[in-house]
Every structure is written in structure tokens, then in C-alpha cells.
């Protein structure tokens, strides 16, 4: 074949490109990145058990396994896909033995787990904390941005994860090339610059990396879980207010097992809950527990009596808590928790007033604590500046009344209370007027149901507020004066033309406590349409006014949708 010059043109540049420049020799292969150190297994259950499949290295690394750390909820999924997909089998003792070693030491570090509790606690919540729609689309389309958090892994780690993904869910390799824009999906005729998938490993890799600085202070630090005794209690629930109370830590079976008894006391009522159950405390910090009320559970969804589900997040110096307490088939209820080890010093739990007007004269206000002063006297409580205390109406070891008085030109915000050196930070609120209010949750779903699947409930509560500085509302420095009572409706949320939700999806009652309607069909509803629907909970005020003398009205936006027909905690693994 006769070379053309344009042909022999192209071949030379080729063996120029191809050849070494100035004598160099071509370059060698990138070198491969020195792979990171991982967490040796040493528990003897656990290489029996993961040994099969997870080989083991000569630094006693099981492949996978050493290269990860996770909340016990995530090895127990993980476990889960184990024993259903790839044939581990486990009674369940060992089952138990084998989360308790892998949240110890394959866990997180109290730090790195504190802003992923709401996910372990079962709450709704707004990620705020999503960098980008990015992240967003590659990764919190299907689940909270919180489960991903929930882990630590090497960066190797986290590849390997991307590819799990595929592999079991369809949708995942088109979420991790194109995301999903705020709009829809983005435009199919090209790629991103920066894949969705590459973007979300080079973040996960630097904010959830297996190796931290907070993890290797707390292997050093971790032991195990002294909280055996007696501790103080604070809680609050949706619709029924504050409770304090004690409860009493025993220890169990192992030296992170412990069985409860805690009495709650309302403030507003006096009525109490007495409860007892069992609780796991992982890696020195992580509470998990379930318990049960003293008397069965009524038929009412929201009895205190109900079988509860406890997590908690303890101190590292193991002196404080707090967490959630919930129930119902869809973790609707709950109580937040927060609790302190009680001690030889007296401590304050509770106080049955939230807020104090400016002007006002010989108001009474209840302080619930413990190892009270058997002597006191009116200078012994401060209220903060503006607030005089004028006497002491009664006192005990438990508790003490005061009279206080409110000059008229105290300045709004929110106080400490203290009985001589105990002190409850941010206890009451002053104000001069109620500027809006607020229901809570502002945004929430619940679910229809019937005698085959069981309905998801809602309560709401109205809070009041009083605008900070810059005259606008929900910002920073706003005044929070706790529960108003108010009326409370439901009204239309307008997405269609003749919408009429509202007369379908369920009932509100005089308390703020949604019970949603049966699933259908409905025959009385158009085109034999469902119950669900969307609609405004609204909550009006009955004294607080605005400025223009009409009464102060809260909404918030409830979605009513189809009962969960199936459920399971891992569709891959569902049976």
C-alpha cells in the first residue's frame, strides 16, 4: 500500500506524541494510593461468623468490615442483608452479641453521632444540613441524608457502596450520573461536568472518613457505662406538656445492660406515668431501650401506657442526657427527654410557667427540683434582671412557690431561673406582647387507615412569640413563650380547581389531635377517589390580638396519604 503524504503526515506526528522528549524515558504507571489502615476484628463471634465471606489479612482486617463504623441501627441493617441475601445464619443471641461489638468498636464517636440522632429517634425533620441539590439528588432521593452520616467508611469504602447501589436499586445509577434538579430530572443529552456520584464521594470522603481525630479521642477514652443510680428527668410531649420526674438505673445482665423504673409527673395536671424497662448502652454513650407502662395500654394511639422504643445520647463524662421516647406505627409519638445524674446538690427539673408579661403583680410560679434549701428566703431566686421576687409562698425539698413581680420596662427575652447555685438556663420568658404564633410541627404527614392497616396520628400545639429586635418573624432572636391556647380548625390548602380535602381526610380535635379518616375508595367522593389529601391545621387564638385587634392565627401544612401497605426497614432484603 502506497503511503500518501497526508497519511505519512499523521503517522509522524503519532510517533512523535509517542516517543520520549529531550532523552526522557515514557512515564511509568501512576502509582496505586497507599490503602488506609483498618480496624482489626478481634471479637471471636465475629470472625466465626463474617469470617466465611470477609477474608481476614495478616493485620487481622476483615475485608469490608474494618474499613467501616456505624450507629447500631445501621449494623443491625446491615446484619439484616447478611442473614437474608447472603445466607449468614444466627440465633439471636449472637445477633445481639455481634451489633453490641460493631456499634462499640466499629461505632461512632459521641461527636460524630450528635447530629445524626434524629435519624436513630425517629424524628420528621428538614435536612438543612444537604450542602446541595447535588448531594441531594445523588443521595437523599430514597433515604435521609442522615443514613449515609450515620456511617464512617474508607474512601475505597465509600466506592464500593456506590456500586452496591447499583447493583440492588434500578434508579440509582441514573440518580448518581444526572441527580435530580429542584425542577426534574436534569437534561439526558449530557452528562454533568462533575458526575452527581463523584461529587457525593469526594464529600463523603473528607466529612464522614473512617479515620477522624474525634474517633481516635474516643478510643482512648471509652469505657464502660456507669450509670447505674438515681437520675433527674424532664420531658415534653406534644399536647400534654412538661414532666419531671426520677429514674432509677439498675444494672443488668452485662456491664452495658441496665433494667429502668422512671415516674414522670405532669405540671400541669400532676397526673404521672410510671414506666419500667431494659437498655443497651453502646460504645459508652449510645442508650438504646425499650419499656412499658406500669398499667396495660388503652385503645386510645396516644396512652403514655404504650410500649416505647428509647434513644438516647449520653454525655461522654456520662453525668447527662437527652433523647427521644416514641411509639406508634409510624413513630408519630414521643416524648423528648432530657435528663442529669442527681446528686447531693440541688438541682431544678421544672417550672410551671414558661412566660412572665412585663407589669405584671404577685405572679405565682411553681419551681419543681431536688435537694431544695430546707431554708430559704426571697433573695435566694433570681429571675433575672426586671423580675423581683417579693415572697416565698411555700417550699419543700421538692419544690418551691414564689410571688415575683414584673417591672414594665423589663426587657424582653428569655431568663435563667436559679434557687441560690442551681440553675435552670433559658426557664421563662419575659415579654410585653404576643407578636404571632406558631403550630408545630409546621409542616408533618399522617396516614389513613383501616382494621387491616394501621392509621398515622398527629398532634398539634400552638406556641406564641414574640419578635427579637428586627421586627420580623421566625428569626433568631425571637421569643419563644411556650403553648397558647387557642381554637382549632381545618381549612382547604387550594391545589385543584373545587378542592374538598378537608371534608374527607380526617378529623381535628378541640386538643390539636388529628385522627385521620379510613382508606377508601370513598363512594361519597368523586370519581370514588381516597381520602388523602393535603389541607391547613390552623390554630386561632383565643386572648392574644394582633395589632389590628383581630386574633392571632398560626397554620400548618399536614399532608394526609395512602396507609404504608408494606413495610420493612430494607427493600432489598423485604420479605
Not at 464522614?208 to 450509670?227: G, N
Not at 428566703?377 to 414564689?402: M, N, R, Y
Not at 428586627?470 to 380548625?489: A, F, I, Q, R, Y
Amino acid at each position: 500500500m502506497k503511503c500518501t503524504p497526508v497519511v505519512f503526515v499523521l503517522l509522524m506526528a503519532l510517533l512523535i506524541a509517542a516517543s520520549p522528549v529531550n532523552g526522557q524515558t515514557a512515564a511509568e504507571p501512576a502509582a496505586k494510593p497507599v490503602p488506609e489502615e483498618g480496624i482489626p476484628v478481634t471479637d471471636p463471634l465475629v470472625l466465626s461468623k463474617c469470617g466465611g465471606c470477609h477474608t481476614k489479612d495478616a493485620k487481622g482486617n476483615l475485608s469490608r468490615i474494618s474499613w467501616e463504623r456505624a450507629t447500631p441501627e445501621q449494623w443491625e441493617e446491615a446484619l439484616k442483608r447478611m442473614i437474608r441475601l447472603n445466607g449468614l445464619r444466627l440465633n439471636p443471641a449472637e445477633a445481639k452479641a455481634i451489633i453490641k461489638y460493631l456499634s462499640t468498636y466499629h461505632g461512632l464517636a459521641p461527636e460524630e453521632a450528635k447530629p445524626v440522632m434524629y435519624f436513630a429517634e425517629r424524628r420528621i425533620q428538614d435536612e438543612t444540613n444537604i450542602p446541595n441539590d447535588t448531594l441531594r439528588g445523588a443521595c437523599a432521593n430514597c433515604h435521609a441524608f442522615a443514613k449515609p452520616l450515620s456511617w464512617r467508611r474508607s474512601a475505597e469504602d465509600w466506592k464500593m457502596l456506590t456500586n452496591l447501589h447499583i447493583a440492588l436499586y434500578p434508579q440509582a445509577d441514573e440518580a448518581f450520573r444526572l441527580g435530580l434538579a429542584a425542577g426534574g430530572f436534569e437534561e439526558h443529552d449530557k452528562l454533568p461536568d462533575v458526575l452527581p456520584v463523584d461529587e457525593a464521594l469526594t464529600y463523603l470522603g473528607k466529612s464522614a472518613s473512617l479515620h477522624t481525630p474525634e474517633w481516635a479521642a474516643w478510643q482512648a477514652r471509652m469505657h464502660a457505662p456507669k450509670i447505674a443510680g438515681r437520675w433527674l428527668v424532664s420531658a415534653n410531649i406534644l399536647g400534654k406538656g412538661e414532666y419531671y420526674g426520677e429514674l432509677e438505673i439498675e444494672p443488668g445482665g452485662a456491664d452495658d445492660e441496665f433494667t429502668t423504673r422512671v415516674k414522670l409527673t405532669s405540671v400541669k395536671d400532676g397526673s404521672t406515668v410510671v414506666r419500667s424497662g431494659h437498655s443497651i448502652v453502646y460504645a459508652g454513650y449510645s442508650w438504646r431501650g425499650r419499656s412499658k407502662g406500669a398499667s396495660p395500654a388503652g385503645s386510645s394511639p396516644d396512652d403514655l401506657s404504650s410500649e416505647m422504643r428509647e434513644v438516647m445520647w449520653i454525655s461522654p463524662d456520662q453525668s447527662q442526657g437527652e433523647g427521644r421516647w416514641f411509639w406508634g406505627q409510624y413513630q408519630e409519638f414521643g416524648f423528648d427527654v432530657k435528663m442529669q445524674r442527681a446528686g447531693a446538690d440541688a438541682a431544678l427539673m421544672a417550672i410551671d410557667r414558661k412566660a412572665l408579661k412585663t407589669g405584671s403583680q404577685g405572679v405565682h410560679v411553681r419551681l419543681v427540683g431536688d435537694n431544695l434549701p430546707s431554708q430559704l428566703t426571697a433573695a435566694d431566686l433570681d429571675f433575672g434582671s426586671g423580675v423581683t421576687v417579693t415572697k416565698i409562698v411555700s417550699h419543700t425539698s421538692g419544690e418551691v412557690v414564689a410571688e415575683v413581680s414584673i417591672a414594665a420596662n423589663a426587657i424582653p427575652g428569655k431568663r435563667d431561673v436559679a434557687v441560690r447555685r442551681a440553675v435552670m438556663p433559658n426557664a421563662v420568658a419575659v415579654y410585653d406582647r404576643i407578636d404571632y404564633i406558631k403550630v408545630i410541627p409546621e409542616s408533618t404527614l399522617a396516614r389513613l387507615g383501616s382494621e387491616h392497616h394501621p392509621k398515622g396520628y398527629q398532634q398539634f400545639e400552638a406556641i406564641g412569640y414574640q419578635r427579637g429586635a428586627d421586627g420580623k418573624n421566625h428569626t433568631g432572636d425571637d421569643v419563644e413563650l411556650g403553648p397558647v391556647d387557642v381554637n382549632w380548625s381545618v381549612e382547604e390548602f387550594i391545589a385543584s380547581y373545587g378542592d374538598d380535602d378537608k371534608d374527607f381526610v380526617g378529623t381535628l380535635s378541640p386538643t390539636g389531635f388529628f385522627t385521620p379518616s379510613s382508606d377508601g375508595p370513598n363512594p361519597k367522593r368523586k370519581f370514588m377517589r381516597n381520602n388523602y389529601g393535603d389541607v391547613w391545621i390552623v390554630a386561632t387564638a383565643k386572648d392574644a390580638k394582633g395589632k389590628d385587634g383581630k386574633p392571632l392565627v398560626g397554620k400548618s401544612y399536614l399532608v394526609v396519604t395512602v396507609p404504608m401497605y408494606m413495610q420493612w426497614d430494607q427493600p432489598e432484603v423485604g420479605q
